[in-house]
């Protein structure tokens, strides 16, 4: 069973960039396509980000396009998210899942989650 561990999350003013990383073990990550969702205080989760196994094909929500890109090391077992121009709006937990069926969008296709990470971008 995969266990998946996020990290890299932190405190950021407005405009900082930070990476997360998401690391898994128990299992091989290149089996799994990959995604990025957040949750923000009083929100429902939101997707973020995903990436196909071979790291060949990325989606993103249209929030982030263009400031965020997400990557995969298959190799390090690792999944990463490169977050850039952050915005207040952007303070969330951020969570790496495994998708095992379903849309890359909805968080029920993933049958496997890390414990989030705490990203506060200050304004």
């Known amino acids: 069973q995969v266990q998946l561990v996020e990290s890299g999350g932190g405190l950021v003013q407005a405009g900082g960039s930070l990476r997360l990383s998401c690391a898994a073990s128990?299992?091989?990550?290149?089996?799994?396509?990959m995604g990025w969702f957040r949750r923000a205080p009083g929100k429902e989760s939101e997707f973020v980000a995903h990436?196909?196994?071979?790291?060949?094909?990325?989606y993103y929500a249209d929030s982030v396009k263009g400031r965020f890109t997400i990557s995969r090391d298959n190799a390090k077992n690792t999944v990463y998210l490169e977050m850039n121009s952050l915005k207040p709006e952007d303070t969330a937990v951020y969570y790496c899942a495994a998708q095992i069926s379903g849309s890359y969008y909805n968080g029920r296709s993933y049958g496997y989650w890390g414990q989030g990470t705490q990203v506060t971008v200050s304004s």
């Open positions: 128990g299992g091989t990550l290149s089996n799994y396509a």
């Open positions: 990436i196909t196994w071979s790291g060949g094909s990325t």
